[in-house]
DNA sequence: GATGAATGAGGATTCATTCAT
DNA sequence: CATGAATGAATCCTCATTCAT
């Protein structure tokens, strides 16, 4: 599979194809099990090149676990700014569709973003764990919304949130042209399977 | 988090301690980042020692690799042999509530069954891949059998499946004891959650 | 003794002392005996470096038997290029004492060269097998043509080629600065006996 | 090729298929790069079990270094004793064809015997030593004596001594079932070629 | 920016050997 | 006699990183 990132994220030149290269064998092999060889001969240069642009192997986990998490909070909050003032089905249904185009259009990044987290020293970590929070946060509060208007019926909101979220963080371990689903068939999908979570699909 | 093997299938002695070494590290590091020395080092014996009964550090993994996927088929078997003649919609809860416990039983060893098996080369990943595909194959049935009895409503079965399945599979990623929720309350839910999405719950 | 490589092939800087120190240690040890960090603490390196230079241990001794084997085409081809239409007698003489004189001049290029051929995989020997068979070849040519002329008489050349051959191989195994003898007298000495095996010498 | 010890000096049962199975070995790798679990493989037993018979790897390698040794002294010894009284020519003839006879009967014992000699410890090479150095002391006697009869014309009787012996000891570099030569077709001519080289076969 | 050479630490694995059973 | 488990040392080689050029 390509490594994709997303537009207008990627640094120019050399900085950017090393970003590429780390996202491929790092979602391949993992963060221990890619090389910094590897990944500069992937790129073309010699190893030790890759220090004129990145601090360390772990500097260019960190750039591509940054703006996974980015990325995913844009999109987000996106969704959520075009459907403010919506019913809370069509917010969920949209933060549910955007959550799931993220992981269709950058299955890599999101493998790497949320596997590979763990690889990172904790003041590396910290900032994509607070956009973690915040992502889940625009989720829980259209579910509680949802609940408190009385559209959703749910026993316990934490587990839906929480599955919700799965749901769509999974889509990046299968999605692909192997499929013969486009990203729309697929997010408008997931996105009606969790407003029957919610019970407001009735 | 401790690393607990499905009972009955640990080999005893050293061997055995060898596999929960492995397990808890390759979850915690991936396979690539755990090294010899630290399993050995957990396991209070020297490094050399392991090669007497393993292989090499890829038949450690091999091992867990093979006991994940014959618990998860064993289980989903069971709950779908005791739920045999029961609608549908009793037996995809069995189902789901079986998959869902076996994730938050033993939470290391679905993440590396999961998420290490790239690092085995096919021959030793080819048993696993087989018995991944005899439960889908499990749960598919008893969707398309759900839609045929016309208890379940569904546009597009084959997401679902693969949506329900993925729902449990994320149970290992965060259940634990800081949750306040038991493994019978998670499985409830989940079970709840996926009846809904097959539009069973109404 | 001192590891002498022939004149003009040795490579500069790092590369060519890590052949010297591998030749030096693979003719007291053999190929399997020797190890990285020995020849790499000769040469007063990391045992790293010696990796930037050759892909494996096996490379070192690989590009030794090229050497040796080359040196010892390129000695016989001289030879017998400057006693072309020279009687048989005086150009196996020549063959003979060039021989002889490999062998006094590097030994132990010679015993590495003919004792640890075994050890190359077969992709790497091969080449030197071919410039071995090549001087049987020269050898051999002399050998028929002073038959032919009536020069020589033997019941089986082939074996007379044989030991001639293995005449030289063995000064390898003794000659030194011990022995009150110099290269030349040895190599005339043995030109000698070539010459009475194959009965020219009335 | 197999590994054949002189008849009546292996030891019965598991010690002497441990000295087969490391001459074999041995004369394939070098001492340096036989395992004591290669030879226990090859006998069939566990590598621990070894220690029952030697006390260790080198100990091996000793016995078969002190009987390659024995029985070249033994043939030597017999093959003067058999021509004692008959002219230097005959004897040196009756000699040549026991030690090349000796390299065709045990080809791999004496690849070992002479190229193995060196990863023995100096207390364990001594008592090697001295036989070979006896077994040349035969060859320079016969030379000497045939010199004083008249019957040899030498310049340089050492290298003369030198180099039929090595004659002999290559021999065991090539002689085997793909050569269409008998051993005694090679022993004789052998001997032709060393009566040649004293110039004794007018 | 880019590189080749260099390095100390560590990788997985094999070594000869020991010992309780 | 034989073994399985164990070990400390050593194996070849790769690691991320540095630095002079």
Redesign the pocket.
Same mark, same amino acid.
């Given at each position: 599979m390509e490594a994709v990132l997303p537009e207008g994220v990627t640094p120019p /030149? @050399? +900085?950017g194809r090393i970003l590429e290269a780390g996202l491929e064998l790092f979602a391949e092999s993992g963060f =221990?099990g890619?090389? %910094? +060889?590897? %990944? =500069?001969g992937m790129v /073309? %240069?010699?190893? =030790? @090149?890759? *220090? =004129? #642009? *990145?601090?360390?192997? /772990? #500097?260019v986990l960190a750039e591509l676990v940054r703006i996974g998490h980015e990325e995913m909070r844009t999109r987000l909050t996106e969704a959520a700014a075009k459907t403010r003032g919506d019913s809370a089905a069509r917010q969920l249904a949209a933060l549910v569709r955007a959550h799931v185009l993220l992981h269709t259009d950058h299955p890599l990044l999101a493998v790497v973003t949320n596997g590979e987290l763990h690889a990172l020293p904790p003041e590396l970590s910290a900032p994509s764990l607070q956009l973690r929070e915040e992502c889940r946060l625009l989720l829980a509060d259209v579910v509680e919304r949802g609940i408190a208007d009385g559209e959703f019926e749910l026993d316990d909101p934490l587990l839906a949130v929480t599955a919700i979220g799965g749901l769509g963080v999974q889509v990046a371990q299968w999605f692909g042209p192997a499929l013969d689903r486009t990203r729309e068939q697929v997010a408008d999908q997931y996105a009606r399977f969790a407003l029957r979570i919610v019970n407001a699909d009735r």
């Open positions: /030149g @050399t +900085r =221990a890619a090389s %910094i +060889r590897q %990944i =500069a /073309g %240069i010699n190893s =030790a @090149t890759l *220090y =004129a #642009h *990145y601090p360390s192997k /772990g #500097h």
